[in-house]
């Protein structure tokens, strides 16, 4: 990855200037500096996909704003090359780095939920099993992510698609505020009303533009019970299921419009009967985000596509469901590829090339998924957020998962390959949390957010972060004839 590129300063012991900048960090921060040997580091610097096993010279664990606005000016002011991490999650290694500094928000968990106000103040490091938790006591949630250790901060930054997407829209349409550290170290709220470009910026332009300390988000009733889908079907029904299923999802009420299909292998696991194990399958997964009795009636068409293999759709709590699919792909287990494509239409052909790589697929840990992009996702104008446009009806992931070193170079070429083949029949846009290895670098962003999004993120980048401090992650390069903002005066609070 180009980031890994950037020459890291000479060895810290060598350097007396940055000696100094640590210990006055150290004595600056309430949580831990770790550096390799300490207890905790090893732990500090895993990373969901094991593939990335970064060995960063320092990790700055941070316990709240002031620790951050401490790391920010620890990172300006040395050079060294810094990371943020929030939940660890991101498939292509970006909340660490090698040889540099990494911001760790992970000790910053707290959730704060006003159920009188509809809304909840989420901390920067928080997963979201904890922004579950603490809002169904209330019988309210947010529109997160489908994995409950994915970090709030990146899916957030990157737009968020999860089960409740089709009635309330992605993650970003439910943000209401972000306190965020700039690279200058100045705390700021962005909001509708203040800092509304510094708002725009971090609803779809990932981590580009400061260390967000704090989310605000909506909330919404949802459960605590909520009607689950997951039928599974032979993968060879699938060309009959999608089919069945994309014809249902046409005049579908927006709250089963966050629905997936879904091929893997079913593991030997005590969920299955024994007979269906190391059967290849397409899981028809939802859920349903209005009352748990109506979407009981409303799902049976989606239950009876072809004949199911084993149907564990049914009623559950909210947060049960949102736990799912956490142990598919546990964290730290394996090394993985996650690219992704959205789609306009899904015509027959397309389906039939897509199930053929259902019995393709490179590994059994391998998934594949189409997800729906209808409901409320699309209602919201391609400018209102730097996500970009709505448009899109559907999301192809390709979630490529080994566990051998030796089958990187074959396993990541095979999703590659998958991508290549579908990516010519749409508009070769990614969705940027499941960006491969960024190989595609500018041009994806570019693609991703649509030319003037990215041109306005850009000018914004050279406003707030001119010199690219925060550039470990899908990166937004400073626009080079925008000036530098005269020191602190366009960017101070008001
Ligand atoms: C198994 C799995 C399931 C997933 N499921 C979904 C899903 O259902 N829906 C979906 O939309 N996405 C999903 N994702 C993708 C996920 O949204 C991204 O990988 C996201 O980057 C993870 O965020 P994180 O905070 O855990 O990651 P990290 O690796 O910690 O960070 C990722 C990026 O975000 C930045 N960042 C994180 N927190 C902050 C912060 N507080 N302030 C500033 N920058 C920050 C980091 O600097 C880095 O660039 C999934 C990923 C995996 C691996």
């Known amino acids: 990855m180009a980031y890994r590129d950037i020459p890291v300063r000479q060895p810290m012991n060598q350097d007396p200037d940055l000696a100094r900048a640590i210990e006055a960090l150290r004595a600056r921060l309430g949580g831990t500096l770790l550096q390799a040997g300490d207890e905790g580091y090893d732990a500090a610097r895993e990373l969901w996909n094991s593939m990335f096993d970064p060995e960063p010279a320092l990790i700055?664990?941070?316990?709240?704003?002031?620790?951050?606005?401490?790391?920010?000016?620890?990172?300006?002011?040395?050079?060294?090359?810094?990371?943020?991490?929030?939940?660890?999650?991101?498939?292509?290694?970006?909340?660490?780095?090698?040889?540099?500094?990494?911001?760790?928000?992970?000790?910053?968990?707290?959730?704060?939920?006003?159920?009188?106000?509809?809304?909840?103040?989420?901390?920067?490091?928080?997963?979201?099993?904890?922004?579950?938790?603490?809002?169904?006591?209330?019988?309210?949630?947010?529109?997160?992510?489908?994995?409950?250790?994915?970090?709030?901060?990146?899916?957030?930054?990157?737009?968020?698609?999860?089960?409740?997407?089709?009635?309330?829209?992605?993650?970003?349409?439910?943000?209401?505020?972000?306190?965020?550290?700039?690279?200058?170290?100045?705390?700021?709220?962005?909001?509708?009303?203040?800092?509304?470009?510094?708002?725009?910026?971090?609803?779809?332009?990932?981590?580009?533009?400061?260390?967000?300390?704090?989310?605000?988000?909506?909330?919404?009733?949802?459960?605590?019970?909520?009607?689950?889908?997951?039928?599974?079907?032979?993968?060879?029904?699938?060309?009959?299921?999608?089919?069945?299923?994309?014809?249902?999802?046409?005049?579908?009420?927006?709250?089963?419009?966050?629905?997936?299909?879904?091929?893997?292998?079913?593991?030997?696991?005590?969920?299955?009967?024994p007979e269906a194990w190391g059967k290849p399958v397409i899981a028809v997964a939802g859920l349903w985000a209005g009352e748990a009795a109506e979407g009981e009636r409303r799902v049976q068409p989606l239950r009876e596509l072809a004949d199911p293999l084993i149907d564990l759709s049914g009623r559950l709590p909210y947060c049960e469901a949102q736990q799912l699919f956490d142990e598919v792909i546990p964290w730290g287990a394996h090394r993985a590829y996650f690219k992704s494509l959205f789609l306009d239409t899904l015509d027959d052909d397309l389906i039939d090339t897509i199930a053929a790589y259902g019995t393709r697929r490179p590994t059994e840990s391998t998934l594949f998924s189409v997800w729906r992009m209808g409901g409320a996702v699309q209602r919201v104008a391609p400018d209102a957020t730097a996500f970009g446009d709505r448009s899109m009806e559907w999301m192809l992931s390709i979630d490529t998962v080994w566990d051998r070193a030796e089958d990187d170079e074959r396993c990541i070429n095979w999703a590659r390959g998958f991508w290549e083949d579908i990516a010519g029949r749409s508009a070769a846009r990614i969705y940027l949390n499941f960006s491969g290895l960024n190989e595609e670098g500018e041009h994806q962003l570019r693609t991703g957010l649509g030319e003037d999004n990215f041109r306005r993120l850009a000018a914004l980048k050279a406003v707030y972060d001119p010199d690219n401090l925060f550039r470990v992650n899908c990166n937004i390069p400073p626009a080079p004839e925008t000036p530098p903002p005269s020191a602190g005066r366009r960017l101070r609070e008001r």
Not at 81 to 94: E, F, Q, S, Y
Not at 109 to 128: I, K, M, P, Y
Not at 193 to 201: G, Y
């Open 60 to 273: 700055a664990r941070c316990t709240d704003e002031q620790d951050v606005m401490a790391a920010v000016d620890f990172a300006r002011t040395t050079g060294m090359l810094t990371a943020v991490r929030g939940g660890g999650h991101n498939a292509a290694g970006m909340g660490s780095c090698d040889g540099g500094f990494v911001i760790d928000l992970s000790p910053m968990q707290a959730v704060q939920v006003d159920a009188s106000q509809r809304c909840t103040l989420v901390q920067g490091g928080a997963t979201w099993a904890s922004v579950d938790r603490e809002t169904q006591r209330h019988g309210l949630a947010v529109p997160g992510g489908m994995i409950s250790s994915t970090g709030v901060g990146g899916l957030t930054l990157g737009g968020g698609i999860g089960w409740l997407r089709g009635r309330h829209g992605l993650t970003i349409d439910n943000l209401l505020s972000v306190q965020v550290v700039t690279a200058d170290g100045q705390l700021r709220t962005a909001s509708a009303e203040q800092n509304a470009d510094l708002f725009w910026a971090v609803r779809g332009g990932g981590g580009n533009f400061g260390v967000i300390t704090s989310f605000e988000f909506r909330l919404h009733p949802v459960g605590p019970e909520v009607m689950f889908l997951a039928t599974l079907y032979h993968a060879e029904e699938a060309p009959r299921v999608m089919r069945g299923w994309r014809d249902f999802l046409a005049t579908a009420p927006d709250d089963i419009q966050g629905t997936m299909v879904e091929f893997s292998t079913l593991p030997e696991s005590s969920e299955f009967p």
